[in-house]
């Protein structure tokens, strides 16, 4: 059966209230959801304790809950805003700013299995440079097409 017929019916069970659907939702999200969250701050207890509150608002708001038409793209929207308002509650108590130049960088050596092979390392090398230089927010588009693989749907 195809991965998304099974989230839309686990989606579906959850709404109606069964709580082991949303433990295979969560099984089947949980490593590129921290992934994704370790791309906004290195701080591992964060995102780790921002993937659980989002699980545990699910769990809340179940009956407020609309159809999600990409259950991963609907979890990694809340993980986004959940880990950007913890981030910038952060910032206002320590006075940092909350703009990470860092978040969603990729690294190119020989080895590098994610950028086609048949490129050299230099090749390689200055798709890196030119990936880095563009803003984050247009960095993590790139990696949610081609390193998450979600449709432009589900992105936007």
Sequence with gaps: MDVKVIEIEDWQSFMMGDIEALGRIYSRHIDALYQYGMQFTS????V?????DVFHRLI???KKIGQAR????YLMACLRRKLLLALEAERK????PIENHEAFQIKVDA???FL????????????EHHY?????????MIIMRFFEDMPYEEIA
Excluded at 43 to 46: G, H
């Design 60 to 62: 809340d708001d179940r």
């Design 116 to 127: 086609n092979s048949s490129l050299t390392l230099d090749q390689k090398k200055i798709l």
């Design 111 to 113: 080895s590098a299995y």
């Design 43 to 46: 701080n591992k207890s964060q």
């Design 93 to 96: 108590s320590v006075d940092l």
């Design 48 to 52: 780790k304790d921002s993937i659980q």
């Design 132 to 140: 880095n230089a563009l803003p984050v927010r247009q960095r993590e």
């Design 70 to 73: 990409s259950v991963k793209a």
